[in-house]
């Protein structure tokens, strides 16, 4: 367990400082279309540190993948929770996303569909990787 939680920590620090660059990558390139992106400091805070926590969990969580007696339903259960309650929050936090019934319903839609878009890609992916080591092995 103790070596779950140090790569826990050591994935967060090596991932994290990525939130904050797309955080302003987001913002220049909203800038370049047009968009009204001036903000004041704390509108600035909030942001930098908000996606610097998002990315600091978002990557600790992917240990979860080296806690093989979890299951991978399980496994998948807990990911996404944990996914989808960061992005929530960072959303929330900064004003992206309002915080009405019918935009969170929307939010949660969206999530719940491109997540499952995703493990299904992996899934396809995975498949066709079996399929094609099987017929490596009967040869």
Known sequence: MK???KE??????VVSG?????YACVMFVLYLCGVDTLINGLVLFKG????YMMA????GVSVIWKIE?????FSI???GTILYLCYLVTYLVNGWVASNPISLVVFTGIFIGGYL???LFIYLVEKNRAKRLNIQLNK
């Open 3 to 5: 070596d779950i939680v």
């Open 8 to 13: 826990f920590f050591l994935r967060g620090l």
């Open 18 to 22: 990525f939130g904050p660059l797309v």
């Open 48 to 51: 930098v540190i908000s996606t």
């Open 56 to 59: 600091f969990l978002i990557a």
């Open 69 to 73: 007696k979890l299951g991978l339903s």
């Open 77 to 79: 259960l807990i990911h």
């Open 117 to 119: 878009l995703i493990w």
